[in-house]
């Protein structure tokens, strides 16, 4: 039990179904719920995410979808504000959502360019600009956001999704010293290959899964559970002393 009490927000944790492919954010509600919070899921996928929260209600955990697009300030404004009244108070935030599509710089459109900012950098300066006034009320608490390894090295397939994760991870400092005082921790995590409903489809080409596999020391990919641990340790109190961190979770890709 460890987030015995805890009222969290996790965006992007529609895949999140028993037997089926689930993202770091679904497994990350599932630990969250089995350690003792309740889990607000705030993701567009409504249809896959109501599907989760069913199954996280039948195993006994107290859990609510939400539809939010982390790009609306309105939609953010009113999960926020659904959590408080529902619950009482917020305690975590977890900005998990994400979008990835391969593209070099000159393959890159404005418009590929503007929708990883927005989902990945805009959506974390949101989520943290609307929950830490509740989380300040609540005496304090945690903010994990979910940056990449590609936040800090680059690679030869994509441009925006690092530039977006770059965002969050600096992002993720300047909230850290400014929030200091609430205590409010902001950490990010970076995860390295993980199998995942988003990125099942590249890693299904013979040619990707190669490249990637030569480059992970640990010799396969991550599993979303294994992400999801380093995400609980930093929303909970274990991680007390730890604020502006960055936890690498990637099989040893970026020690090379
Ligand atoms: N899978 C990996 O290898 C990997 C590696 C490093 C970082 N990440 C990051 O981890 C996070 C989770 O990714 P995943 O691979 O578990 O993906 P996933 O398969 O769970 O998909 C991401 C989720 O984000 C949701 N989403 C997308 N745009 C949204 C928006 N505008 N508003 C609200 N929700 C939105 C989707 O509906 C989906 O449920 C992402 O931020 C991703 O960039 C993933």
């Known amino acids: ?96 959502a994400g979008i990835g599509i391969l593209a070099t710089v000159e393959e890159t459109t404005v418009e590929l360019w503007d929708a990883h900012m927005n989902v990945h950098a805009r959506g974390a300066f949101l989520g943290t600009k609307y929950a830490i006034p509740e989380v300040r009320k609540a005496g304090g608490g945690s903010i994990v956001n979910v940056s990449s390894i590609h936040g800090i090295t680059g690679s030869p397939t994509l441009a925006a999704y690092h530039a977006a994760k770059g965002a969050v991870r600096i992002f993720t400092k300047a909230a850290a010293i400014q929030y200091a005082k609430d205590k409010i921790r902001v950490n990010s995590v970076h995860p390295g290959y993980t199998m995942t409903p988003m990125t099942e489809p590249g890693f299904s080409i013979p040619d990707v899964m190669k490249a990637v596999m030569g480059r992970i020391p640990l010799g396969r990919l991550a599993k979303p559970e294994e992400i999801a641990a380093g995400i609980l340790y930093l929303a909970s109190d274990e991680s007390s002393y730890v604020t502006g961190a960055e936890l690498v979770i990637d099989g040893g890709v970026t020690a090379q």
């Open 1 to 96: 039990m460890r987030l015995k009490g805890k009222v969290a927000i996790i965006t992007g944790a529609a895949a999140g179904v028993p037997g089926e492919m689930m993202g770091i954010g679904g497994a990350a509600a599932w630990l969250f719920v089995r350690e003792g919070a309740t889990v607000v899921i705030g993701d567009i996928n409504e249809k896959q995410g109501r599907r989760t929260v069913a199954k996280l209600r039948e195993s006994g955990g107290e859990a609510l979808f939400q539809h939010l697009d982390v790009t609306s300030e309105q939609g953010w404004q009113g999960v926020v504000r659904e959590t408080a009244s529902r619950y009482g108070k917020l305690d975590i935030l977890v900005n998990n």
